[in-house]
């Protein structure tokens, strides 16, 4: 599994309080299965003043350190980008960090609380500047969770729909989750990340999310969501996404259906 998006790096935001836990974080992820991850500290959000030097500069002491104690964990750059008015000003001079600064594809967080038809002209000037916006766990916006229709709306307009690995297991509550299934279900679920911030919460952990996606779409989009696409988006390829339309649910029994009434 590829793993975009991240607090591993520490000291420099809400996630990792010490090198120590970037590690220990590290042998969790690699012991679920994730090969390659995306360390994404906060950018713009108000609270923390990360530059993207600072982004740089840790993750290849993260590195350093992973070598050192042979833990084998792939680790690029990136930044978990809030949406403000300055945004764009930010994203054209450079300031902000794409993932793997690779210049294609950046993480976007907009406000928990939206103004619809404002997302849809952002995220539009975010393409026209050669960007794809990936947004970030819209299951856990009010407004998604209210309407799922703006996220929709997101998908087919070319962005990627990123949804966090504990909202599917329902381990962010219960409104995060059944909005999280309700987006896998309309086939708008493009790639899942454990936006991981400690050893103990939000752990950067995804195979139990993974093994739910194979069993309520298939293996093979299972594969897409949690693979290749990462993979692209870590190598600034292109992204296939599919028309929501194309995206069925499986269809076999599981335990996820005995379920499926108190979601839907």
């Known amino acids: 599994m590829i793993d975009i998006h991240s607090h591993i790096l520490p000291k420099i935001d809400d996630g990792a309080e010490t090198w120590e836990m970037s590690l220990a974080m590290a042998r969790i992820a690699v012991e679920d299965g994730i090969k390659t991850m995306a360390a994404t500290p906060h950018m713009l959000n108000g609270v923390y003043n990360v530059s993207r030097d600072q982004i740089l500069t840790q ?105 966090t690995a504990a909202s599917l297991v329902g381990e962010l509550g219960e409104a995060a989750q059944t909005s999280a299934m309700r987006l896998l279900k309309e086939g708008i679920v493009h790639v899942v990340a454990s936006d991981a911030h400690s050893t103990e919460w939000r752990r950067p952990v995804m195979s139990s999310a993974r093994r739910l996606v194979a069993d309520v779409l298939s293996e093979d989009h299972a594969e897409l969501i949690f693979l290749e696409r990462p993979r692209c988006i870590v190598a600034g390829d292109y992204v296939e996404v599919p028309s929501p339309e194309d995206v069925k649910p499986s269809g076999k029994p599981s335990w996820y259906r005995k379920l499926q009434e108190r979601w839907f």
Do not use: C
């Open 59 to 163: 993750v290849e002491e993260l590195r350093r350190r992973l070598k050192e104690e042979n833990i084998d964990l792939e680790i690029v750059a990136g930044a978990d980008t809030h949406v403000t008015q300055d945004f764009m000003t930010h994203l054209n001079d450079g300031t902000l960090l794409t993932i793997n600064d690779a210049g294609k594809y950046i993480l976007v967080e907009f406000p928990q609380s939206i103004l619809e038809q404002a997302t849809y002209d952002m995220l539009f000037e975010i393409q026209l500047a050669g960007v794809i916006p990936v947004i970030t766990h819209p299951e856990r916006y009010f407004d998604i969770q209210r309407n799922y229709r703006i996220a929709y709306k997101w998908a087919e307009s070319g962005n990627i729909i990123q949804v």
